[in-house]
T-cell receptor
Framework: QQPVQSPQAVILREGEDAVINCSSSKALYSVHWYRQKHGEAPVFLMILLKGGEQKGHEKISASFNEKKQQSSLYLTASQLSYSGTYFCGTERGFGNEKLTFGTGTRLTIIP | KAGVTQTPRYLIKTRGQQVTLSCSPISGHRSVSWYQQTPGQGLQFLFEYFSETQRNKGNFPGRFSGRQFSNSRSEMNVSTLELGDSALYLC???????????????FGEGSRLTVL
């Protein structure tokens, strides 16, 4: 089942913060975050495993709330280079479960 | 090292035709996944191959098929094309393992298929 991302789109001025949410109705083993710039391939940002750990990547960090089956991606002091579409992908349980992506959140940073 | 290579990058077909897309993974990667990307639908999982075996399959009709060769290169085929098959088809490779969950995926730039 496809995870739900919110918001669908957001426009920010350079230097502002953004939060992108990803939620699932099923118990999750992991949450993956990718960014895709226009006309380019998606690029890996980070993986979060169940256990509620928070990870960071430059000024981009994420958390995973195992109880709520939700993950949030935090972009602080956004830069023009952060523009793109952000996808969360979720995996359930163990075994050969497929990675299922949400429909994406389009982030536009303006000067 | 070289990234994931997909060919062709662009192609135009007509309804009823078939198409074969190719993906060369990063050297050493044994897992190849295919995704269909359309506006508003995000990345829809097609299938995953690991060591020449299909390990997972998404909810697509049987017209969509794939295979993986001993050198880990993969192909996907779509037969009897429909207008709705127009999309960007992305291939992703990863180290993969029978015991490890999905790790970092390395995506190719995709093959953009237009069906007229």
């Amino acid at each position: 089942q496809q995870p739900v991302q919110s918001p669908q789109a957001v426009i920010l001025r350079e230097g502002e913060d953004a939060v992108i949410n990803c939620s699932s109705s099923k118990a999750l083993y992991s949450v993956h975050w990718y960014r895709q710039k226009h006309g380019e391939a998606p690029v890996f940002l980070m993986i979060l495993l169940k256990g509620g750990e928070q990870k960071g990547h430059e000024k981009i960090s994420a958390s995973f709330n195992e109880k709520k089956q939700q993950s949030s991606l935090y972009l602080t002091a956004s830069q023009l280079s952060y523009s793109g579409t952000y996808f969360c992908g979720t995996e359930r349980g163990f075994g050969n479960e497929k990675l299922t992506f949400g429909t994406g959140t389009r982030l536009t940073i303006i000067p | 090292k070289a990234g994931v290579t997909q060919t062709p990058r662009y192609l135009i077909k007509t309804r009823g035709q078939q198409v074969t897309l190719s993906c060369s993974p990063i050297s050493g990667h044994r897992s190849v996944s295919w995704y269909q990307q359309t506006p508003g639908q995000g990345l829809q999982f097609l299938f995953e191959y690991f060591s020449e075996t299909q390990r997972n399959k998404g909810n697509f009709p049987g017209r969509f098929s794939g295979r993986q060769f001993s050198n880990s290169r993969s192909e996907m085929n779509v037969s009897t094309l429909e207008l709705g098959d127009s999309a960007l088809y992305l291939c992703a490779s990863s180290l993969g393992s029978l015991a490890v969950k999905t790790g970092e995926l390395f995506f190719g730039e995709g093959s953009r298929l237009t069906v007229l």
